[in-house]
């Protein structure tokens, strides 16, 4: 099935009903009698122990068996001290402990779960006082700081404001505080899902966040730079919280990443940039029109109109079915109208996720593609198709991963795919609907010259950076009968104005190799050695290029050098 669709609350927002003030009324919280027993509780964590340990696809990987069990032995000594919400909150916890954003205790609320990445549905809890409740404004993380995108009845009107406080702590201090309940599987991951947590009244509570959640103070600070504090307090926990979006006030503008989150995928012309905006919302399936016909359809309109360059946005992605990944890829590898570097652009987020990460690895392998926004919120190796599994007595789902999904590289422990472009959304760029990532992918303009794109990544994203490019050119049929012996000179070259002298043997070593006859390439990687202080190879360099070209001054000049220190 799909993935849903984060709004910037967290809260997914596909069949939703907006709520009005009127329905949303301050809730007690649960104190005494219990909602369960102690024993049931207990039974509970016992069965969330052994689901772990015999139905993940490897629970292990990021924390040890011993450190588990003993986090398990000490819940179910603390179980009698706390009240039924921590203990929800704590059981999260635990399974957050296993490093895996796929695998968690799924927060019970009116709409589901809290984190909103099921594919499948989440059944309520055996007892509806277990559900959390949210408060009536929800929290983003922008490149400015912790913000309030939505809200809902008469919080409206602070839509927009910094989080300078949030309960007892500071915005940053609360997020690192309620990091322990989120099921991520990165850093970048918590970027998404420690705003949500914080709109949860139960996780601040257990989380020492707040004295009493039921009275969340907020220091905020509105557009104009004045501070205030307000107070909050948690809404019904049957009724579905729909938060207003910025965007969604009278006269604001809707930006066109923001413009239709819930259709899985759609595409637009900008004219005025020979560009196509292409947003992939979800990896699925839709009623008419399948992810293959899609990309078809895509494939065609770029080739039958003035098209320059191709963005595809994957920031509201969170998942669904890679298996569906193939037709984009082979419709984007197969046209070498945008299949150039400069040409085609895909921004990246917090939660590009799961199938998403896997579409994302695949671009990053089979296609010219740059990436532009924030670092992904997935793991490029990943544990995924979580299966659900019912704790007997509280009727919690527990989600846990049955496949390990691996990057096309070797390196398994890769935490993220990172921009080439990096661009952050501020949250002045929300509210006035602007967009610097898409922007920062129109506005690029690509080094003309293979030299001028190696040496832009390297810039960038160093050595790594730039062998991906020359890899991509190396080994695509369009570019690999290309001479570049000239780039890679120039290229080194620079690298050697850098005092680079590691990295400038490398690219002369390859130049060297394609082109064992050539005096250019040996001079050049006898004097990257002899900077890197490698003295006999720098001296057998140059000497073989004085066979090539015998009696050459600098050559000689350079190989007397090497003599020198090696005497």
Known sequence: MAALVFSLSGVPTPALTRAHASTHTSVPAQKSPRILSVEKWR????????????????????????????????????????????????????????????????????????????????????????????????????????????????????????????????????LQAVRRVASVDNEIGHKLSGPMLLGLAEVCSACGVVDDMENLPLLIRDTAGKESEIVVKPQDPLTPVAYIQAFELPGRPVPLWLKNRTDP?????????????????????????????????????????????????????????????????????????VNRFGRLFTIIGRTTFSAAMNLTSDLEHWTNTLFVGEATGSTTSHYGDARRHTLPNSGLTLRLSSIYWRDWTADEKRPWIAPDLPAELSSKDYLDGTDPVLEAALGFRAPDDLAGQLLWAFDRGGFDAAYTRFYKFSTDPETAGIDIQADLHRFGRALLEKAKFAEAVQVFWQNAADHPDSFEAHLDLGEAYLGAGKKDEAAKSLEKALSLKPGDARAKELLAKAKLQHP
């Open 43 to 174: 039974e509970d964590l016992h069965f969330l122990v052994d689901k772990v340990e015999t139905n993940h696809r490897f629970p292990f990987s990021k924390i040890t068996k011993e450190a588990f069990e003993g986090a398990a032995a000490d819940l179910q000594a603390r179980i009698p001290s706390l009240s039924d919400h921590d203990i929800v909150v704590e059981m999260a916890a635990l399974v957050a402990m296993l490093g895996d954003g796929h695998s968690r205790l799924s927060l019970p609320v009116a709409q589901g779960e809290a984190q909103g990445r099921a594919h499948t549905e989440t059944p309520a809890p055996a007892d509806r006082d277990l559900l959390l409740r949210r408060y009536p404004v929800s929290f983003y993380l922008f490149g400015d700081g912790l913000s309030i995108p939505g809200a809902i009845g008469s919080h409206t009107e602070f839509i927009g404001a910094q989080v300078v406080r949030i309960g007892r702590m500071t915005a940053a201090e609360a």
């Open 265 to 337: 995928h759609w595409f637009e012309y900008l004219p005025e940039k020979r560009a196509v905006f292409c947003q992939v919302n979800a990896i699925q399936d839709k009623p008419g029109e399948t992810m293959a016909s899609f990309s078809s359809k895509l494939a065609a309109f770029i080739e039958a109109n003035p098209v320059e360059r191709l963005v595809l946005d994957l920031r509201w992605n969170g998942g669904g079915n890679n298996y569906l990944n193939r037709s984009l890829i082979l419709a984007l590898t197969r046209s070498p109208k």
